[in-house]
């Protein structure tokens, strides 16, 4: 596994912060025709119309952290996962802990992670085109100590069993954990990261961009309930936090602050004015940043409007966000969610067997045998393949 460096060690308390229709007889081998997605988002405001204040501060963060610090430099951002993901967002669960997470558990944190992430992106809509009104998320994969930590597991869950030697236990002991921090950790699976191959076109995902995750949410067995990690490639909490949050008793804040890391934002640990601190004279709005350790327990104005400057900024690089997303080339995408699933599974299906009201969002994703048509073969190799990849295999 490929060693990351971790960034912005966080440590807060908690105390501290509170179509077209697609006719049903167009079944069999005849090719369907396309349909183009729209996005709903209207460009209300530009940069242009952020308030003076707000521009003063953005400008000094951005010109006095964000360029020395190169937060936002690799496109690798979570603003970079998003278009690249055409809309979606996919986590992969680290699960250093023995702890057990049950099917219901497992089926309410891709819910929690949305409604998070969601808390940032809904600050951009109709923003600058920004192209998005809502972020959907899915759980590519558990890699876990031990595969008894998902009880009940469903044939759709993928896991990853390999386990390194804990170095974040060493980084973590003294000063964000204890020694029950366990001696071993799951290995990432890093052929599958969209955080470590952004910048390699040609990288394959496990046969397909549709396998990746973009960042990992890891759970740490004696880890401080009190504080988290973040950058790029996701999130750092302690297993009691991660089962906190989704079960909903545990609040949101730090999450939301290891999430701004991965849209690149810096932690304001100094003073104002400070090469590590906030800007003179203070934060606009409301006087505080939700990524100042313990100021807040929610998005800021402030907060929003940077994270709309940095849009405008990262926006205006040349060639930095396509037009077209890599989610173009996902095979088997047929109802464009940017993943493939069992659902583009039935879809297929539904269409071949004339069902009325039946639409192929992108049908030329679905045609594996490349012949320009949609029939039977088709849709025995999308079986095929996403067979291959609950058994692990990428397909």
Known sequence: MKKKQIHNLCIRLFAAAV??????????????????AVSAAASEETAAEIPAAYQTACDWVWQNRIEPEKTMKDRSTVFDQIIAGNGTLQYLLIWQSYEQISPEQRKKLPEMLEKAVNQWTDCLIGYDDWPFDH???RIVGYAVLDESSLPDLQPDETVFQDTVRSTLRESLIGSMGDKSIPLLQPAEPADYSFYLHWADKNWTYGGSYENRYDMFLHGVKGM?????????YGQILSDQSVLGLIDGTVSTHILLHEMGHGFGLPDYYGGEGETDGYPPNGFPGDGTSIMMAGASTEISSFDRWFLRYAWSRLKSEDDRFK????????????NADGAFTEEDVMLLQKWLLGMPDTQLADWETGDLCADGVLNGADLSCMKQKLMNRKKGSGG
């Open 224 to 232: 401080t309930n009190e504080g988290g990690i973040g950058y790029h």
């Open 19 to 36: 179509s077209a229709v697609m006719p049903a007889e167009m079944s069999g081998g005849v090719k369907p025709l396309p349909v183009l």
């Open 135 to 137: 972020v959907k998320f």
């Open 323 to 334: 037009q077209e997303s890599i989610t173009d080339s996902v095979q088997c995408d047929v």
